[in-house]
């Protein structure tokens, strides 16, 4: 990046520097020739202003200023754009690195971003290929060893795949934004709630629908798609037996949703940082070892920002967590 970061400032400093030294050669074009009007015309002698004696004396004079004043105004001129081109060469240096700033930033958060990827999606097939060698480097294996190392395969199988597909929504809906329409809150939250279900019901968490009748402007697939990463959430993250609430209603010209859980909640230091790609707090990595890979809040913050809503999270540790979205109301 410095390389390019020089390149950028040397093509600036050329700019600079054609045009200072074009201005230049006009400008001291343009005085050559003034200064050389500065010898008296011949009128002046006819009219015996100056003795004929002395015309050959002043004449000599005054070209020999005249040649002063060019040389001297010459030599100002390479000074000057001596000064430019140091003065310049500081300048473009600072606003190329200006220029190259939020490129550089969108490289160093891809580059995070595929290493982060990449380190996710080694895990379960280092698992897979050490499974697969301690059972192939046994003389002998029953039908229930192989039985069980195909189900411990296929774990880890089912859980690439939910990070494959993660990932391609998150590069798809960042190239092609969804178009929005007008949709019922309702509609969606009830698909939502279709696929969510049965994990509640195995958690046995009470989910508490108060939808609001609205209509709000997005593409249905997309809002179905952050619901369910939002429910997904409150059922991972509560205990059996609590309660989750969808309520909503309006403030300005937008419709909101909140999905309300009383789980384990995330920290204050945590709080500012669940909606970046591929966070998870500690108590979601290590302690209850819940499954996912950071990636839920992403979507759906991506998702929602690409409708012109926003998404916001409030939470209490060990108080549970509200999550809203807002979104443009569609006109009834
Ligand atoms: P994950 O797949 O880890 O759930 P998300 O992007 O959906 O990824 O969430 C990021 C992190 O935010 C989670 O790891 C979890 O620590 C925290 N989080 C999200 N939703 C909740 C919730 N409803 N209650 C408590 N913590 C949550």
């Known amino acids: 990046m410095r390389g390019a970061r020089v390149r950028l400032a040397m093509t600036y400093l050329a700019i600079i520097m054609l045009m200072s030294i074009g ?60 000064i430019v081109l140091v003065a310049g ?3 473009s240096y600072i606003l190329a690195k200006h220029t190259l700033r939020p490129i550089e930033e969108a490289m160093e958060a891809q580059s995070q971003f595929v290493s982060d990827a990449s380190h996710e999606l080694r895990t379960p097939l280092t698992a897979i290929k050490t499974s697969n060698e301690v059972a192939l480097r046994k003389p002998k294996l029953t039908l229930t060893e192989a039985k069980e190392i195909i189900s411990q395969n296929t774990d880890d199988i089912t859980k690439l795949q939910s990070l494959t ?10 190239r092609h934004p969804a178009p929005s329409a007008s949709i019922s809150v309702q509609s969606v939250v009830s698909e939502a709630l279709s696929q969510v279900v049965s994990a509640a019901q195995s958690k046995k968490l009470k989910i508490d ?13 997309s809002l179905v798609q952050v619901i369910v990463n939002l429910l997904d959430n409150a059922i991972k993250y509560s205990e059996p037996n609590k309660t989750i609430s969808i309520d909503g209603g309006q403030q300005d010209h937008h419709g909101y949703i909140s999905i309300t859980d009383q789980g384990v909640g995330v920290s204050d230091a945590d709080l500012p940082h669940i909606f970046k790609r591929f966070y998870r707090t500690d108590r979601s990595r290590s302690k209850e070892k819940q499954n996912g890979y950071g990636l839920g809040l992403a979507i759906a913050d991506q998702l929602i920002r690409q409708h012109g809503g926003e ?7 060990g108080g549970g967590s509200r999550f809203t979205i807002f979104l443009p109301l569609a006109s009834v």
């Open 209 to 221: 629908d108060k939808s609001p009748n609205l209509a709000v402007l997005a593409d249905q697939a």
């Open 165 to 174: 597909e993660a990932l391609l929504s998150l590069a798809q809906n960042g």
């Open 23 to 82: 201005f230049s050669v006009v400008f001291y074009h343009t005085s050559y020739n003034q200064i050389g009007r500065q010898l008296p015309p011949r009128s002046l002698y006819q009219r015996a202003l100056i003795p004929d004696d002395f015309r050959p004396g002043v004449e000599d004079f005054i070209q020999q200023r005249i040649s002063e004043a060019r040389n001297d105004l010459l030599v100002r001129l390479v000074w000057v754009n001596l």
């Open 311 to 317: 998404i916001t999270a409030e939470s209490i540790e």
């Open 89 to 91: 060469g500081a300048l």
